[in-house]
C-alpha cells in the first residue's frame, strides 16, 4: 500500500514536472534550518497578481512574466518572506536557484504577546481590550515595534480604537455587535492555531472586507493551510498568568483529501502581576478540511476558549501612596485563600463550516457559515441595607476626615492619651487625628471581608435574607454570521472583490445571583426605592431569588445587519490603485423582560426597533518609482451605525433609544513613501482621521449631578454624550537597517496629535429623577472638550532596537523605548455650564476662568522609557526531518520602571465650589484613579516542534 | 543611501509641523459671568448656629456681646442678627466682608438679600456701609460711608408659615462703578434685648457683586 502511494505521487509528480517544462522564471524554496525543501510556498509576481505554489520539492514556476522590473514575494507562514526584484529580458527563462527561507523568530515572540485587559471599570460587559492583538504576526517593523514594545503601554496605531479596525476569522467579522470591538478571549491561548494571519493598515484594500480607518486583521483556519507537523512549548511568566502549556499538531493534506489541525492550550495563575488576580484559560481548536475535488473543498473549525481572570482596581493617588501600586481591592481572604469579587468570565464557543469553491481558475467563492454561543460573566458585590463592602469606599479612607475641617487640630497627645504642650518639648503640629487612624484602620483592614458578609448574612434581621450577594452581570449572546467573498482576476491586471455579510444576534443581559454569601435568599427589590420603583419586575413583583436566579435587570437585545462590499484592483507596472464601496444595514431592537417599577410603561416587552444604513468609500494607489521606492496614497469615506451599546440609553431599565442617536462619519486619508532596498527598509507615513457625530454612553454612580446636597445616596447614572467629533493625526515611522549579516538595527517612531477637535452635548439618565414622576432625562447642553486629547494611550512614541542573529541559531535583541503625550479620562459633566454657573446665571462663589481653567485642565501623565530584552536558540535534534527544539527568554520593563497607563476623572463633585471643597487640602475624596502597567516582568517558552 | 535620508528627513519636518498645533492649555473652557464678589454661605461650609468665623470675614461687637450667627435652615446658610435674650440693653454687631479688590472689573454694582422676623420698629435695623480704609482688625478706625438699598424691616416681615431660610428682600442694584481699589463691606445689625420692640431677626445672604454689563 504505502508503495503505492509513493510511486502514485512519483508518478504524478512526474508529469507536474513535465507540464513546466520551459517556465519563464523558476525557484526551488529550501529552509534554512533542515536545508529540506519546503512545500506550499507562495510565490507572487506584485504587480500581476499572479501566484505559484511550491510543489513536493519545493519548486516553483511560472509559465510567463511581464516584461519590465518586476518584484517577486515569497513567503509561507512561520518564515520570512524573501523579496527579489526582477529585470526578465523577452524571452529569457530566469531561473532564481535556490531560495533559502529562514524561520520567522517573531512567530516565537509573539507568544509573549500579554492581551491587555482595558479599564476594568466598565460596569458592562464591553470587551475593551488592548489593540497589540490586532498586531500580531505583522511583517512592518513600526508595527512590531507597536505590538511588542509599546502594546504594554496601551499604545493605539493612530489612536483609534479597535472598534475602528476588522477583525475576522475566514472573513467572518469578529468584532461584536455590541460595542464592535473583538474579544480577544474568544481565541485567547490558540496562538499556533491562528498564526496564518493577513493584515492591512490604514484603509488599505483588504481580500475579505471593506474594512475602517485602523486596518483589517484575517485570521485563516483553513486546514490544509498549516505547515504539517506538531509542536509543543510550555511557557512561564509573571504578567497576568504564570504558566502555559500548548500543544498543536497540523496533518496537512492526505492521499484522500483529508486535512486536520488540533490544538490545546491551558494558561494559569494563582496570582498574575497584581495582587489577588487569579487566571485560569483553557483552550481547544479543532480544524478538519475536505477536499472533495479540483474545485470545492470543506472546512470545519471549532474553537472552544474559555477563560476567568480576576480583575484588579483603579485606585487614587491617596490609596496608591498608602498601600502601592500593586494593590488590588477587589480580592479578600475566605478560608486563607485570596477569593477576588470581581471576575470575568468569558466562554464563547464557535463553530465554523466553510466552503471553498474554485470556480475557474481566476475565480473563486468562500462562503463561511458561523454559530457563536456561549456567555460572558463580570461579577460583582451588591448589597441592600447595609455598608459598603469596599475597602476603598471614601468613607473608610483618610481623606474623608482630611476634608473635615472641623476634625483638625493642634493637640499631641502621649501614647497613653495625654495632651502633650510646648514645655514637654514636642512642637504642636496642625494635625487630624481622625484620618492618621483612618489610615492606620485601612492598611490593615485594606481587603474585602467576605467574613463580615456571610457573619451579617447569617444574623441577618430578616431570616435568611441575604445582604451581600455575589452577582454577575451575564451577557449569554446567540449569534449567527454567514458571509460570501468572491476572488475574481477579471484580466491580467484587474481583480475583484467582493463579499457580503449576514448577522443575526440575540443576546441576552441579565443579573445573575451567584453566591448568597450564606443566606438563604436575597429580596429582588431596589432599597434605594419605595413602592413601586423598587420593583425590578412588577410581573413578578417582591421575589425571593436564589443562586443561579436572574434578578435586577433582564432584557434582550437583537441586532440583523447586513453588509456588502465590492473592490477592484488595478495593478500596472509603475501604478497600482484600487476603489471599494460597501452598504449596510443594521437592526436594533430592545425586549425587555422584567416590567421595571420606574418604567412601567416602557421596559417589557419589544421596544421601537431602529434601523441604520450606511455606506463607505474608498480608493487608493501605489506609485512605483522603481522597485524598491514607492509612494502610497488611500482616502477614506464611510458612514458607521452606532454600536448595540451606545443605541439603548438606559438598557437595564427601559426600551429607550438614545436621543440624538446618529451613525458616525469616518473621513480618514494617509500617505506614505516605502523604500525597500536588500539591507535598509522604510516606511514613513502621515495619517488624518476624522470622527464626526460619535456618541458615547458611560455609566457611573453618581452623587445628585449638579446638587449639592453632599449626601451618600448612589444613583446610577448614564452619561448620554452625542456629536463628538475626534480628531487624529500624525506621523509614523519605521526603518530597518540590516548592518552586517548578523546585525540588524531598527527604529520606529510614531508621533500624534489625538484630541476631541470639537464641544459636544451631554445629557443624562437619571432613574431617581423617574422614580419622583420627572424627566429622567437632564440635558446638560454643550460639553466644552474641543482640544482636549483623546485619553489613555501614549500620543508620542519611540523605538531603537538592536538584534543579533547568530548563524548557529541563537539570537538576542534589546530595544528602548520612550512614551510620552498620555492624558487622562476627563469627565464630561464637569466641562459643562452646571459645573460652573450657579442658580442665579452667574458664575460659583470664587470661579474666575483662571481657576476654572486650572482646575479642568487635562492631566498629562509623566513620559517614561523601557528597555526590552528579548533572546532565543534552538537546536536541531534529527538530521532527516525539521525536528527542533527551542527556547525563547524575554524581560520586559528591564529596569522596574513604575508608569501610569490610563486613569479618569471621577464624576462625583460636578460643580465648582463642591470640586474645590474636596481638593482644599490636597487629597480629594474623588480624586482620579489610575492604572499602572508592569513592572519588570519576563517571559520564557520552550518548544518542540516535530 | 545618503540620497535616501535628505527627502525623508524633509518630509518628517514637514509632517511635523503640519501635526504640531493644539497645546496643552489650549483647551475649550465654557464661558460664563465671573462675579468680583460672591458669598451665598453654602449650607455645608457654614456651621449653624456659631459665631460668624466664616473664610476671612470680619465679626465685630460694637455693643453688648451680640456677634452675627452663622445659621443654616432647609439646606440654605446665612447671617442672623438678633438681640432676642440678649438681656442688654443695645445690642451692635458688624458683619463685614474679607477685602474685595474693585481695579480688575468695570461697572460694578453690589446685590445682597435681606429679611427680617419678628420685626417691629425702624430703629430693629441693618444698615450697609462701604470702606476702602479699613485696616481689617479696627472697624471703628475707619471710614464707612453708608450705602443707600432696599433693606428688610419692619414692614417686611416673612410669614410665621416661611421657612427661616426664605431671604426674600433684593437690595436692588448699588452703582459701585466709580470706586476703585480694594473695599470692605459692612452690614450692621441694631437692637436691644430689654425692649422687646427691638428685638426681631434680621438676615443676610447672596451677596455679590458683578460687571453689571456682562
Known sequence: MKKLVLSTLLVLQAVFVFAQQNPALKGKVIDAKSQKPLQNVVATIQSTNQSALTDFEGNFFFQSIPSGEQVLVVKSSGYNQQRFVLEPTNGEPLDLGVVVLEEDITSEQQLSLVTITENDLGDDNSGSESTSGLLQATRDTYQQAAAFNWGLARFRI??????????????????????????????GGLNDATRNQEFTMGSAPSDYTFGSALGTQEINTRASFYRPGSRISMSGTNTNYSWRMMGTHASGMNKDGWAFVVSASRRWAEEGYFDGTDYGANSLFASVEKRINDKHSLNLTAMYAQNSRGKSSPNTKEVNDLMGIKYNSYWGYQNGKKRNSRDKDVEEPLVMLSHYWRLSEKTTLNTNVAFQTGSIGNSRLDYQLANNPDPTYYRNLPSYYANQPELWNDFVYDVDGNQ??????????????DAQNAGNYFRTHSQINWDAMYFANTTSANAGRSAYVLYEDRTDDNLLNANSIINSSLSDNITLNAGVNFRKLRSHNYQNLLDLLGGQYFLDVDAFYTGDAAQSDLNNPNR????????????????LTFDGFTQFKFSYDKVDFYLAQSFSRSEYQREGIYRNGIYANNSFGKGESITFENFGFKGGLTYKLNGRNYLDFNGLYQTKAPSLRNSFSNARMNNVITPDLKSESITSADASYILRAPKFKARLTGFYTKIQDATEISFFYGEGIGSDDGGDEDTFVSEIVTGIEKQNMGAELGLEYQITSTIKASASASYGQYIYSDNAKLKT???ALAATGNNSLTDFGTVYIKDYHQPGMPQTAASFGLEYRDPHFWWVGANVNYLANSYIDFANILRTDNFVVDSDGYAFAGATEENVSSLLKQEKFDSFTLVNLTGGKSWRISKANRNTVGFFASVNNLFDIEYKTGGFEQSRKATFPDLQADLANGTPSFGPKYFYGYGRTFFVNFYINF | MKKMIKPFLMLTLSLGVFTSCVKDDDFAVTSFKETVYKEVFDSYIVNDDEYLNFGDWTSFVEAGSVHWFEKETDNNGYLEFTSYLSGEATNIAWAITPKINLDKSENEVLTFKTSSEFVSDPANKIEVFISNDFDGTNVLAATWMPITATLANNSTNILSSDSNGFININSGEIDLSTITGDIYIAFKGTGSGTNITLDGSLRLDDIKIYDKNL
Open chain 1, 158 to 187: 493612530r489612536g483609534l480604537d479597535n472598534e475602528y479596525g476588522v477583525t475576522m476569522i475566514n472573513g467572518i467579522v469578529m468584532n461584536k455587535l455590541y460595542d464592535g470591538r473583538p474579544q480577544w478571549s474568544n481565541w
Open chain 1, 544 to 559: 425571593q431569588v436564589g443562586e443561579g436566579d436572574s434578578y435586577g435587570y433582564n432584557y434582550l437585545l437583537h441586532a
Open chain 1, 765 to 767: 439618565n437619571d432613574d
Open chain 1, 420 to 433: 502633650l504642650f510646648e514645655e514637654d518639648g514636642v512642637t504642636p503640629q496642625y494635625q487630624n487625628l
